[in-house]
């Protein structure tokens, strides 16, 4: 605005062309910006990017991710401006229900309805994360479950509970099942399926994002049915040493034991594995 009033614009004119008023310019010419609290507001963007994707994260968390994202910041200053604007974890405080936890505004609409029925493979996919207590800390596993056969199609493990974790099981998932545009996917309102991250991976392969109702457990209970038979055949069965441990007792049974020797009642005491090559087409089985 300077640079066009020594050319010989009037600052008035240039504000109306801009939209502003004249006395916040002028305000902001007496007093600019310092380089100090333009610095400042750059990190507070990065922790306010960090904390829209994952609210579950505290301030120590949403630093490590603004690190990553090339602004970095001691761990106090962090703590500071977190702490000016409110942007707390949500398991930080209770605020509803007997858990603590108050639900998030949902992405997508409930198209499932709890029907969690399919008649071809790659209709209808399911999706949710649980998690164990090791030795060196807690193990995630998201997985993603595919209702036609009851077949875990996809799934990540990591050491912390982030986006990318869901996002990461997903595009196993997709790599497996190529073709799954229109295919729908159902979760519950986890901050992790609610990221715009997860919603971006979403519409990248073209499926169709479902979400469960606000204090209905049974909205996903198909997918909670699988983490029961984990808890019960792996994770309780032995006290684990450290996370790799726990990974590899995970991909094993899963691999070897869930899909091609745990026959199931609901797919006519077939595996999963063996439901898919009796009861689809070749065409149906490549897709």
């Known amino acids: 605005m300077s640079e066009l009033a020594v050319d010989g614009i009037p600052v008035a004119v240039t504000c109306r062309v801009l939209k502003i008023a004249r006395q916040p310019y002028y305000r902001w010419l007496a007093r600019p910006v310092t380089p100090a609290e333009l610095e400042r507001a750059y990190r507070a963007n990065a922790l306010f990017d960090a904390h829209r994707d994952d609210p579950e994260f505290g301030y120590r968390f949403l630093v490590d991710e603004a690190r990553d ?16 604007h409110g942007w707390w974890s949500a398991f930080g405080k209770k605020k509803c229900g007997k858990n ?3 639900p998030g505004p949902p992405v997508h609409d409930d198209l499932v309805r709890r029907d969690f029925t399919a008649q071809v493979p790659n209709q209808l996919w399911l999706a949710d994360i649980t998690e164990h207590r090791t030795g060196e800390g807690k193990l995630y596993l998201c997985a993603v479950k595919d209702v036609y056969s009851n077949r875990i199609v996809g799934y990540s493990i990591d050491s912390r509970m982030k986006s990318r974790l869901a996002v990461a099981a997903l595009n196993n998932a997709v790599a497996r099942r190529p073709d799954v545009a229109g295919s729908i996917l159902h979760t519950d309102r986890g901050s992790q399926f609610r990221s715009r991250k997860f919603a971006r991976a979403i519409a990248c392969h073209g499926l169709v994002g479902s979400m469960g109702r606000v204090g209905a457990a049974g909205d996903n209970a198909a997918m909670e049915s699988f983490f029961a038979l984990l808890q019960n055949n792996v994770l309780d069965r032995l006290t684990w040493t450290t996370r790799d441990e726990l990974r590899i007792a995970i991909v094993t049974w899963i691999e070897r034991t869930y899909h091609r020797r745990r026959r199931q009642a609901a797919l006519g005491r077939l595996t999963p594995i063996e439901y898919e090559v009796i009861m689809t087409t070749p065409a149906s089985q490549a897709a």
């Open 100 to 102: 603590g936890k108050k």
């Open 69 to 84: 994202a090339g602004v970095p910041m001691a761990d106090r200053t962090a703590w500071r401006i977190c702490s000016e």
